[in-house]
């Protein structure tokens, strides 16, 4: 083999053996999708509050009370010589109905009702799981749940579609202290 061949393969063969270099990653600028993501979910809060409070200012009936959680509550049933509140790890039994805000029903009392539920042990939508918080057994009371406080942005993929704030009925029928010594219902 003639001598520039042999060369040429040397250099070829030690061309190739060389390690590949890194590619450099693709910035992206994610604090402007962040920015925007931010303002929608803004709107989207402030747009859902102004609905329930206008359905909230238009029932002359009831007084409703801002929840520091972000909901909006009222006790339609209250039990005024109850004094145990539900405490993590009690079981609860509770009727409810799911409407819109505007009392058009979405699941019936009687197709998702009764339920019983180990306080903060299982999944619940964190506006009801916080309305529980506040009853007495044998009380009742409405909830209006912002869309972030009910099902969020997934909605139950079934009939509560993405980000739809909720009005929850509730009757609180039964708690069963985990401690049976701190009950005095």
């Not at 009910?150 to 039964?174: E, H, M, Q, T």
């Amino acid at each position: 083999m003639p001598k520039p061949l042999v060369f040429l393969f040397v250099l070829l063969l030690m061309g190739s053996c060389a390690q590949p270099e890194a590619r450099r990653p693709v910035s992206q600028n994610s604090g402007s999708f962040v920015n925007a993501s931010v303002s929608r979910n803004q709107e989207l809060v402030a747009q859902q509050e102004a609905a329930i409070k206008a359905v909230i200012a238009k029932d002359t009936t009831a007084s409703f009370t801002s929840s520091e959680n972000g909901f909006w509550y009222t006790k339609t049933v209250v039990d005024s010589t109850a004094t145990y509140l539900p405490q993590f790890g009690d079981q609860l039994t509770f009727d409810y109905q799911i409407e819109d805000i505007y009392g058009n029903v979405i699941y019936p009392k009687q197709q998702i009702s009764p339920r019983t539920y180990a306080m903060d042990q299982q999944e619940l939508i964190s506006g009801l799981r916080q309305g529980l918080k506040l009853m007495h057994q044998g009380e009742s009371m409405i909830l209006f749940l912002p869309s972030y406080t009910a099902f969020g942005y997934y909605g139950d993929d079934n009939k509560i579609g993405i980000n739809y704030p909720l009005k929850v009925k509730v009757d609180l029928l039964s708690i069963d202290p985990q401690n049976k010594n701190e009950s005095n219902n």
